[in-house]
């Protein structure tokens, strides 16, 4: 029996196939497929979760592109009482590696073009109990093809979580290096959802682009917001080849584009070159980091009928603010107020209010707050703090704001060195210590400088061992084997020797005072 | 030296930073090998119509005609031929 309010994420799928099983769910890559085909799809795949060893609670690891497998697995691993990470395609395998067995995945759900990094790995990743593969399967006995899992549909009965229970892991940069799983329930995801549909005035009758990836959670919650209302997501790949997603927006009438600045600024010089025009879009969304000032009216021609909206968030609580499209004149580098349902407020770094116009570190309280980071009680500690009713937890961004007379936010600063590129989140500590593993690098500092597209570029200073034969290129060649793509330093600098502090630490400050 | 082989030499050199030259075959998907991002084609692109001497407008920049050396060698071709 279904209930009529959803609380489990994937509850949405079900009332909204039930509802409207013969409409186009997801258009992937110009494939439609309808919420009936995605509510089967999901439910025998599940049934072979579950035949394969998956309890309740269980990590099912998605590493995989924005494909219909993708979209079908997220719903499975739910419908099967698992918790799902995605993990970008991008990823390599030392990182790939550390994912699986820090998330202690079940089950690893992936693609055939993806085996040269993860086949290597199989052998050593003794908690996984099955792979399933799309596309091409490698020749292996052990891997399960993904066709095949979705035919063989054994009726078996499924794990029911209770809202509490987790439903992702969403895996982002931390500045200790090592990424991190943020925990977030079915109850936080679907009210997040929830939250943001209403403010972005969506309804079933949206066309929601996704060019983003389903492994970024600003890329998997137009899926999770799309179903839930029974809307239609044009799913993407990426945005690697502009023309192609322009032509697809045009023929799917897309009503939401959702994008990051370096986006909107490929898109804007496409424009330059030839103009675009989509009078279809009724909203266009950003986030990630903020966007130029002058980018609102010089997009105004590309989407003449689009309410634009400014917003800022991190995983932990999926979003914190968004401005009101109307006001986004009024408010030239406001990203708003806090999302419906949730509070946002100040304090100094002693914890008392502060006076508008002055800075602060933001506080955000709401049901949308993660539940920690996954077996990190550590970081949790240093992220959610005690609020002001007896066993709440607030979350402390750590990030400093001010608030304008009105209750307006602007964003002043980070507290910790993490790069934002490509809208993308970059650790230096992680990009240095891929490169610690380049042998002939002695030492290596990477820091963010700004760039017009990017948002900031990465610069990695590098002192090589004697005698070493590293070039730059040679350099960046190994980084690739290393790092997702967008982690590898746009720059490198050999150098004699790094700038120190008093205490004999790396001085970052120095490096970047060079230039 | 063929146009595929300028074409690969090109993304050797400047995506993959590398001089061995069997990382990748003709056919393979620059997309699926995760060898080029979103802001890569735009590079490759300039780069296409700066070497053959052609023009690529806007429309023209789709996986069928940028997604693999075989891809953009055809492209080239075809371009040439129509000039």
């Known amino acids: 029996m279904i209930a009529q309010t959803p609380h489990l994420l994937q509850d949405t799928l079900l009332l909204s196939a039930a509802r409207l099983g013969a409409k186009t769910a997801v258009v992937v890559e110009g494939q439609a497929y309808t919420y009936d085909e995605l509510r089967q799809a999901a439910r025998s795949l599940a049934g072979t979760l579950v035949q394969h060893g998956l309890q309740r609670g269980d990590r099912v690891a ?32 030392d990182k790939l590696e550390f994912v699986l067995d820090d998330s202690d995945a079940r089950i690893l759900i992936t693609d055939g073009h993806l085996s040269a990094v993860f086949l290597p790995l199989l052998p050593r990743l003794n908690k996984l109990s099955a792979t399933l593969c ?9 891997i399960i093809a993904f066709e095949q899992a979705l035919k063989d549909s054994p009726a078996t009965a499924h794990h029911r979580a209770i809202p509490l229970d987790l439903a992702a892991l969403i895996y982002t940069s931390g500045s200790t290096g090592n990424p991190k799983g943020v925990m977030q329930t079915h109850q936080s995801m679907l009210f997040a959802a929830g939250s943001l549909t209403r403010y972005l005035r969506l309804s079933e009758n949206d ?18 917001m799309s179903v839930a209302l029974g809307a239609t997501l044009v799913l993407e790949r990426s945005f690697t080849f502009p023309a192609q997603v322009f032509a697809r927006m045009e023929e799917q009438n897309v009503t939401v584009f959702p994008g990051v600045p370096t986006i909107f600024a490929m898109l804007l010089s496409a424009h330059s070159r030839e103009p675009l025009c989509f009078p279809s879009v009724t909203r266009v969304t950003n986030t990630a980091a903020a966007l130029p000032d002058d980018f609102v009216a010089r997009m105004r021609p590309i989407f003449p009928n689009a309410l634009i909206y400014k917003m800022y968030g991190l995983t932990e609580c999926k979003r914190v603010s968004y401005l009101e499209p109307e006001l986004v004149e009024r408010k030239p580098g406001s990203v708003g107020k806090a999302i419906p349902g949730t509070e946002i407020y100040l304090l100094s770094a002693e914890g ?3 006076a508008p116009g002055e800075t602060g570190i933001l506080y955000v309280r709401g049901p949308h707050v993660m539940a920690g980071y996954w077996k990190r009680p550590d970081l949790s500690a240093h992220m959610l703090k005690a609020g002001q009713l007896p066993g709440e937890r607030v979350l402390c961004t750590q990030d400093y704001f001010r608030m304008d007379e009105d209750g307006f936010l602007y964003f002043v600063g980070r507290n910790d060195d993490i790069i934002k590129t490509r809208g993308e989140k970059v650790s230096p500590a992680e990009v240095e210590n891929a490169m610690h593993g380049i042998a002939g690098i002695s030492q ?17 200073y590098v002192v090589l061992e004697p005698n070493s034969e590293l070039t730059e290129k040679r350099i960046r060649a190994q980084c690739l084997t290393r790092l997702e793509n967008y982690m590898v330093p746009e720059e490198i600098s050999i150098c004699s020797a790094l700038p120190t502090t008093a205490t004999g630490k790396v001085s970052k400050r120095a490096l970047l005072e060079q230039n | 030296m063929s146009i595929g082989a300028k074409v690969r030499s090109y993304i050797q050199e400047n995506f993959l930073f590398s001089e061995d030259t069997g990382a990748f075959a003709d056919s393979d998907s620059f997309l699926e090998q995760g060898i080029i991002d979103s802001t890569g084609v735009l590079e490759l692109v300039f780069f296409v119509e700066e070497q053959f001497g052609i023009k690529v407008a806007d429309r023209e920049m789709i996986p069928e005609n940028f997604d693999s050396v075989a891809n953009i060698a055809r492209f080239i071709q075809n371009k040439q031929a129509a000039q």
């Open chain 1, 444 to 460: 290596v500092a990477v820091v963010g400088i700004p760039d017009e597209l990017l948002g900031e570029a990465i610069r990695a």
């Open chain 1, 352 to 354: 008392q209010p502060v």
């Open chain 1, 207 to 224: 066309r929601l682009l996704c060019v983003l990836p389903l492994a970024f959670d600003y890329g998997l919650y137009q899926l999770l």
């Open chain 1, 62 to 93: 998605i590493y995989m592109d924005n494909t219909w497998p993708c979209v079908v697995s997220i719903y499975a691993t739910l419908m099967a009482g698992g918790v799902f990470l995605v993990v970008n395609p991008q990823t390599k395998a």
């Open chain 1, 134 to 142: 799309s596309g091409k399967v490698p020749e292996s006995n052990s």
